[in-house]
């Protein structure tokens, strides 16, 4: 999982969370239905649910403890190094005026 991208991370967060309230929304159509293996169908996906949500808090604040941190690196590296952060912003400024300027 730490090959991905901020936008698939953000992707897979939305899914569980469409994916925990279908289930929900399941749990509660269902809810009138009796008999033993309902109930205990009911209270192992309940449990499964709670703990997918339980997981899904966890991951997002380790993304954002990740962000954070890479964050406060940037910002050290760029008081600690000022004239190598603006060599860095013009060069990459001139590579991307340059792809710009072909097309």
Request: aromatic share 2%; charged share 30%.
């Given at each position: 999982?730490?090959?991905?991208?901020?936008?698939?991370?953000?992707?897979?967060?939305?899914?569980?969370r469409?994916?925990?309230a279908?289930?929900?929304?399941?749990?509660?159509?269902?809810a009138d239905e009796?008999?033993?293996?309902?109930?205990d169908?009911?209270?192992?996906?309940?449990?499964?649910?709670n703990?997918?949500?339980?997981?899904?808090?966890h991951?997002?604040?380790?993304?954002?403890?990740?962000?954070?941190?890479?964050?406060?690196?940037?910002?050290?590296?760029?008081h600690?190094?000022?004239w190598?952060?603006?060599g860095?912003?013009?060069?990459?400024?001139l590579?991307?005026?340059?792809l710009?300027?072909?097309?």
């Amino acid at each position: 999982m730490n090959d991905m991208t901020s936008i698939q991370k953000d992707k897979l967060m939305s899914d569980l969370r469409m994916v925990i309230a279908d289930a929900e929304e399941v749990l509660r159509m269902t809810a009138d239905e009796v008999g033993e293996g309902a109930a205990d169908l009911r209270s192992r996906v309940q449990a499964r649910m709670n703990q997918a949500k339980d997981d899904l808090v966890h991951l997002q604040e380790a993304a954002v403890a990740k962000a954070k941190a890479a964050g406060h690196v940037a910002d050290d590296f760029v008081h600690d190094n000022p004239w190598k952060s603006i060599g860095i912003a013009t060069g990459v400024g001139l590579v991307i005026g340059l792809l710009i300027s072909r097309r």
